[in-house]
Nanobody, 123 residues
Framework: QLQLVESGGALVQPGGSLRLSCAAS????????IGWFRQAPGKKREGVSC????????DYVDSVKGRFTISRDNAKSTVYLQMNSLKPEDTAVYYC????????????????WGKGTLVTVSS
């Protein structure tokens, strides 16, 4: 089955930047919509961003619009989340997730999940 592995999480100061990566194995990603989710300590998991299978559609939660950018390179079976102007409230475990789709859609229920990478924003 599809396996997703996140990387790039780190401790970063407020205002700093990180780029998270989600690498797929088992299958290429060209038929999968991908989402980034996060779960902060003591809070529910929330959707952060998603991208359609060829990159034609992207969505972001309001709290990260203008600061985060999702992208994908299907040839490398990798999806990225560029995070700029990081705030302490961005601190969370970030997960990537995927589901097979036949159209250029983004927000949908996700079937496969990675194990997460921790982002800590603190001075």
């Amino acid at each position: 089955q599809l396996q997703l592995v996140e990387s790039g999480g780190a401790l970063v100061q407020p205002g700093g930047s990180l780029r998270l990566s989600c690498a797929a194995s088992g299958f290429t990603l060209d038929h999968y919509a991908i989402g980034w989710f996060r779960q902060a300590p003591g809070k529910k998991r929330e959707g952060v961003s998603c991208i359609s299978r060829s990159g034609g559609r992207t969505d972001y939660v309001d709290s990260v619009k203008g600061r985060f950018t999702i992208s994908r390179d299907n040839a490398k079976s990798t999806v990225y989340l560029q995070m700029n102007s990081l705030k302490p409230e961005d601190t969370a475990v970030y997960y990537c997730a995927a589901t097979a789709v036949s159209v250029e859609m983004c927000d949908t229920e996700m079937e496969y999940w990675g194990k997460g990478t921790l982002v800590t924003v603190s001075s």
